[in-house]
């Protein structure tokens, strides 16, 4: 006994203010189970006392709080030394809740109350929320907790097993003998399942026996590794499998998955079944085995199945006097079961159950219990016996771990006869084995781990026979109708949600006869549990009151994830491999601060001339180099992509909002992309080599997306073209400055650079120090520049003979912070940073970019009905002195108290000696001269003025030099 603890390593914990002592290995709830502390918190809606129920973090009844951390669940928390503990959801104190008396006030509170109670007059929900959810509210949120590192990694696996059952170490085992690299995933802290605290016989020791020989030898075994205290949290398509274990994620990709999740034991209905000490068997089980926790003094076992009786055997066994099992059938399935009972001094009383349990008048635990004679489906005698005890053990049946396997698109069918459901309807590479798949023989469960493994291996193309199914005859585990209403009420059918046998039917009475409106009207298996528990119950429930079959009635539907999720794991680090351009290693030499640009890194800023790496000082030290003399930049990142053949102008000019049919050889021209709602969704520049044989570039971002995009319409136009990505075969610099042309002169072989030679737009090929080149005449910056695109293998050798060419003109590296400034004061918009999902060209100022003449383009249609409508927005460029607060990206615009946008852009501009920006205002503010109200850090509000596009060189002199 005692599995998970070590007894050698004492652990001190304060819950309520007391200080207790557990064990390493405990969780919160067993510690203070061991200390006869039960109530651990309070219920969602009546603030009724609760307690385990399951041991195994399969329900919301043990929900406390840390200091930092709400809603944790006390039987799967491990304990820590010095942690603080306290209860929820209470008013005063956990043990006095004064808010307990809303139980009395039940018949005014039905289901659904405040959907009719509170709709009108018009605006009483606004005032009535606040304190509804004030008294039904869970943990509390510490807004100054600083989160804990998360991150995620990748796993690659030809099988993953969920489970590691009796089912799921037979089929780990299997699939790694034939040959298959395993990754086992078990969300308990130790492999075994069931094995590791249900009994299997009358003698005890047929589980421990088993888990040891399996567990010894899947330990060993070279082909599979194990993963304890971790979730398999969803299935996604083509077995991609989400695994949560401590703070990192594992995004798991198995070519086959066997589930092996097993299933969860089920309580019975009956009056005050919530109290603390009425706990499922398996968590009395659970609590004995791993904790070495005696749950009670005196006992009565209410069962369905002939579990019951070897949970029974289980507590005579630990010291607990067994008063009585109630056993809602005639009579157990294996007859030698009543003997050891008989043999060990405990009655059984047959086709009973308990009617109620019985309290003191705190509720803080069961004194005793009612058991009444069943008489029928539901129904009970009118007398009963009265029997004491201090905890109540329940097991109705069993419900098999469905969710990941409904989320497959897996089907669940009744079994009017045996009470149970069964899967079915599986995609292909997913497999069940055990008790999910309705098996619950001991043995035939293991071979079913074995057969679920082998059928994995003869789909990884492994020759395994598959081995012969033993016949012997299902064990019955589900009783049918364990379901008993009291006149008084308080029979919970749903624990988290305080929802009780009345409830269901009178969802049902008003009209919400299917399932998943039953659930939406009444919550039911909308907390924290997610019906694990409450949703056989409820299935039973509403298909009796609607005279349909439970078969027909199902279950409501079962979605990601299987447990909850933290923003840390769905937020933290990810594995996020990032390329480096031909140039790297110079920008690391020269001291850059790297920054990441969608895959890329990219320098950011070097340091100032005085060795500061201060952004902003950095920042516009390049900018001023930029606009008074010569400056280069990386620009590797810009994605490349080559169109090639006959139908290349066809195609770019379907593709573009521009006209290209008659773009002529040896030009750029500005190319922007619209999704087919008319979006912005990339900008580049397109420059025709050949009339068959475009080069177009595409944003660093969004490149992979374009590429995407123009194989998926080419493979519906069909058009005579190679389109290939090329983003890694070249490097490329932009040189900027007005001293660009002569520190390009100096290297450049067989172009002539004038301004009357290689005007503005254009493009020439040929050598830059020897290098072949394309050289495009572009001002993403406003200045005169020159784009140079060259093989990536000569990235280097371009950089070093510019940085030797320019030194005698003052030439100096900029980042991507000067570049992102520079080209705001042109007023040039970054796709996906100025832009959003809803973002079309008239609302950003690109109108000029759309070619109205030509038939299509994609999106032509949505452009054209957006360019109708009355504009709800428009990006507009402001003005604020260089006193003023810098307002931040994504700060709002309003107009009074509505909100008309945000900022997308902003910086202070040294060349014109003011903060500048572009923001999205409504349409009436668009005109120069307007003020738009912008509110900024601290909720100050400040008041910008509206200025013509673009802030700096307006008739683009410069650029065109």
Excluded at 190 to 206: E, H, K, P, W
Excluded at 236 to 253: A, C, E, H, S, W
């Amino acid at each position: 006994m005692g599995s998970l603890i070590d007894r050698e390593r004492p652990v001190r914990f304060t819950f309520e203010g007391e200080t207790y002592r557990g064990f390493a290995g405990d969780s919160i709830a067993s510690a203070l189970a061991a200390h006869g502390r039960l109530v651990l918190s309070r219920s969602f809606k009546y603030h009724r006392p609760r307690g385990a129920l399951t041991l195994a973090g399969q329900d919301a009844n043990t929900l406390v709080q840390l200091p930092d951390e709400p809603n944790v669940l006390a039987d799967a928390r491990r304990l820590e030394d010095g942690l603080s503990v306290t209860g929820q959801n209470y008013s005063g104190s956990l043990d006095h809740d004064r808010d307990m008396r809303l139980g009395k006030f039940a018949r005014f509170m039905p289901v659904g109350f405040y959907y009719r109670a509170f709709y009108k007059p018009r605006g009483a929900w606004k005032r009535w929320e606040p304190l509804i959810r004030r008294k039904a509210g869970l943990g509390r949120f510490d807004l100054d907790a600083r989160g804990g590192y998360h991150d995620k990694a990748y796993l690659f696996t030809d099988v993953m097993v969920v489970g590691s059952g009796p089912a799921g170490l037979s089929a780990a085992l299997t699939a790694a003998e034939g040959g298959a690299r395993v990754l086992l995933v078990e969300q308990q802290p130790q492999l075994g399942g069931s094995l590791t605290y249900a009994r299997f016989d009358i003698d005890g020791r047929r589980g421990e026996r088993l888990r040891d020989e399996l567990v010894s030898v899947v330990a060993r075994h070279p082909s599979i590794r194990v993963m304890c205290d971790a979730t398999c949290n969803g299935w996604f398509t083509d077995n991609y499998l989400p695994v949560i274990q401590g703070r990192r994620m594992f995004k798991v990709r198995a070519k086959e998955c066997i589930v092996a999740s097993g299933s969860f034991d089920q309580p019975a209905i009956f009056r005050n079944n919530d109290l603390p000490g009425v706990m499922l068997a398996s968590a009395a089980q659970r609590l004995m085995r791993h904790y070495a926790v005696k749950p009670g003094r005196r006992a009565v076992v209410l069962t369905g199945n002939d579990d019951g009786y070897l949970a029974a055997l289980d507590l005579h066994e630990q010291g607990v006097e067994v008063a009585a099992l109630a056993d809602m059938r005639p009579s157990p399935e294996n007859p030698a079961l009543a003997e050891a009972l008989a043999a060990a001094g405990i009655p059984v009383r047959a086709e009973q159950t308990v009617y109620e349990a019985l309290h003191d008048k705190s509720l803080h635990r069961v004194t005793g219990v009612e058991l009444r004679r069943i008489v029928g489906t539901g129904d009970v005698a009118g007398q009963g016996q009265r029997i004491d005890c201090d905890l109540l053990c329940m097991t109705a049946g069993y419900m098999p771990v469905y969710q990941l396997l409904c989320q497959a698109g897996g089907r669940l069918r009744y079994d009017d006869e045996a009470a149970e459901f069964s899967i079915s309807g599986l995609p292909a590479h997913l497999h069940i084995a055990g008790s999910v798949n309705a098996l619950h023989d001991l043995d035939r469960v293991s071979e079913d781990g074995v057969r679920a493994a082998t059928k994995a291996l003869r789909a990884l193309g492994h020759d395994v026979p598959m081995p012969q199914r033993s016949a012997p005859a299902p064990r019955r585990v589900n009783h049918p109708w364990p379901i008993f209403p009291h006149p008084k009420g308080k029979a919970f059918v749903d624990f988290d949600e305080d929802l009780q046998i009345e409830d269901i039917l009178n969802a049902t009475r008003h009209g919400y006869r299917d399932v998943q409106l039953v659930k939406r009207f009444s919550t039911v298996g909308m907390g924290p549990s997610q019906g694990r528990h409450s949703a056989l119950p409820t299935a039973r429930l509403v298909a009796r009151a609607t005279d349909r079959s439970v078969s027909e009635t199902g279950v409501t539907t079962a979605r990601p994830p299987f447990t909850a999720e933290t923003l840390g794991h769905l937020a933290g680090r990810g594995f996020d491999p990032f390329r480096l351009t031909p140039m790297h290693r110079r920008h690391e030499a020269l001291g850059a601060h790297m920054m990441p640009a969608g895959h890329w890194r990219r320098p950011a800023y070097y340091p100032a001339t005085d060795g500061s790496l201060v952004r902003e000082r950095c920042m516009q030290e390049e900018a001023r180099l930029v606009r008074e003399k010569v400056g280069m930049i990386d620009v590797s990142t810009l994605g490349g992509l080559e169109i090639r053949g006959p139908d290349a102008a066809e195609f770019i000019n379907r593709l573009y909002t521009f006209g290209f049919l008659k773009q002529p050889v040896g030009r750029t021209r500005y190319a922007v992309m619209t999704s087919e709602q008319g979006v912005v969704i990339d900008d580049g520049v397109s420059c025709r080599l050949a009339e068959d044989h475009f080069y177009v570039t595409a944003t660093t971002s969004g490149v992979t997306n374009v590429h995407r995009s123009m194989l998926q319409w080419n493979a519906r136009w069909r058009l005579d073209v190679d389109i290939a990505n090329v983003t890694s075969a070249f490097a490329a610099i932009n040189l900027a400055g007005p001293l660009s042309r002569q520190v390009l002169e100096t290297l450049c072989d067989g172009v002539d650079l004038s301004a009357e030679a290689f005007p503005y737009l254009e493009l020439r090929t040929g050598h830059v120090a020897g290098i072949p080149a394309r050289l495009l005449r572009v001002g993403f910056v406003g200045e005169l520049g020159y784009e140079i695109h060259v093989p990536s293998r000569y990235g280097e050798a371009l950089w070093d003979r510019l940085m030797e060419a320019g030194a005698a003109f003052g030439l100096r590296p900029f980042g991507v912070e000067a570049q992102r400034l520079l080209r705001l004061e042109k007023g040039h918009v970054i796709i996906g940073q100025d832009t959003d999902g809803m973002s079309h060209p008239e609302e950003i100022g690109l109108g000029w970019a759309v070619n109205r003449k030509k038939p299509f383009f994609v999106g032509r249609r949505a452009v054209d009905i957006l360019a109708a409508q009355p504009q709800k927005r428009r990006l507009v460029g402001f003005r604020l002195p260089a006193s003023s607060a810098k307002p931040r990206e994504g700060q709002l615009v309003l107009e009074g108290e509505t909100i008309t946008g945000n900022v997308t852009s902003c910086e202070y501009s040294p060349t014109l000696g003011a903060v500048i920006g572009l923001a999205y205002a409504a349409p009436e503010k668009a005109a120069p001269g307007s003020q738009i109200t912008l509110r900024v850090d601290g909720g100050q509000e400040i008041t910008a003025e509206v200025v013509a596009l673009p802030f700096f060189d307006p008739d683009n002199t410069r650029q065109e030099l």
